[in-house]
């Protein structure tokens, strides 16, 4: 099967840095995505990550490793308004290209 | 604002009944997709479409069931509803059919007592 893992939890200190780290079982994939969702709000697109490497976007980073079936997202300079799920997705090769997502992670960020 | 609309933003009804909802993709956008959101849990994908065609199909149930219209809009319909079909339902578009790139609409929260 197919399957993503992300922790469910992660807690920072407001001004740090964080990662939260995707993990996943699949055949093959085109590339991995993040999306932040706030409580009560609709996901948010933050990046795609198709080839191995780190793509940069302001304060949030995303690698991904195909050979350790691995990725993250790195939050850096936390604010309050970061505090959110985030979501990883892969998009699958194959016959159904529906997006496979991880349970999310919940960020709280404390002063 | 991602340019996803949907209606109603809310809607409350009981056990049994009928609702629609309404989603219009971002501009140029061809492809539509469903998911449901129950609280506190993750994404779960219903249903896709493109260009006004089926294209995939998820964990949707056979008392739902959607389309796309000619000018891209879609409508999911929810039928004899249950206490446990309340959640958010979320329309997202993009514009390539097989993408990791999708633009979501702030949801429809469907309630049913």
């Known amino acids: 099967g197919q399957s993503l893992e992300q922790p469910s939890e992660v807690t920072a200190v407001e001004g740090a840095i964080v990662q939260i780290n995707c993990t996943y079982q699949?055949?093959?994939?085109?590339?991995l995505s993040w999306y932040q969702q706030h409580d009560g709000g609709a996901p948010t697109f933050l990046s795609y990550?198709?080839l191995d490497g780190l793509e940069e976007t302001g304060r949030f980073s995303s690698f991904l490793s195909r050979s350790d079936s691995y990725g993250y997202l790195l939050l850096q300079e936390l604010q309050m308004k970061d505090s959110a799920s985030y979501f990883c997705?892969?998009?699958?090769?194959?016959?159904?290209?529906?997006?496979?997502w991880g349970a999310g992670t919940k960020l709280i960020i404390k002063p | 604002d991602s340019g996803v609309t949907q209606t109603p933003k809310h809607l409350i009804t009981a056990t049994g009944q009928r609702v629609t909802l309404r989603c219009s993709p971002r501009s140029g956008d061809l492809s539509v997709y469903w998911y449901q959101q129950s609280l506190d849990q993750g994404l779960q994908f219903l249903i896709q479409y493109y260009n006004g065609e089926e294209r995939a199909k998820g964990n949707i149930l056979e008392r739902f069931s959607a389309q796309q219209f000619p000018d891209l809009h879609s409508e999911l319909n929810l039928s004899s509803l249950e206490l446990g079909d309340s959640a958010l339902y979320f329309c997202?578009?993009?514009?390539?059919?097989?993408?990791?790139?999708?633009?979501f609409g702030e949801g429809s929260r469907l309630t049913v007592l």
């Open positions: 699949t055949s093959g994939f085109y590339g």
């Open positions: 997705a892969v998009t699958p090769r194959g016959s159904n290209y529906q997006l496979i």
């Open positions: 990550n198709a």
């Open positions: 997202a578009s993009s514009l390539r059919e097989y993408t990791g790139e999708l633009f």
